[in-house]
């Protein structure tokens, strides 16, 4: 069974995401009952500015990534991002 994905949302990254300083990152859930980090990729630090506001650049393009509905994390183009 496939998951639904939300309308604009990346389904397959054609480039590491990183922060808006262009240091490479990871995001994870960080629980069952959901939430959303990032961490530094060459040092496991948390990602402050993604963790707080979800902005991230992948190629070069601005991003919002979150928890997604279900579990995993979505990265949508920045258009996208509530309120």
Known sequence: MERPVPEGA???????ATDLAGRPIKM????????????????????A???ADGL????GVRYWANEARF???VVQPEDCRPG
């Open 10 to 16: 990346v389904q397959r990254m054609p480039a590491p």
């Open 49 to 51: 500015q993604v963790t």
């Open 71 to 73: 579990g995993g994390i």
């Open 56 to 59: 991230v650049l992948v190629d």
């Open 28 to 47: 994870y859930n960080t629980g069952l009952g959901g939430g959303f980090m990032a961490v530094h990729r060459d040092d496991d630090t948390e990602c």
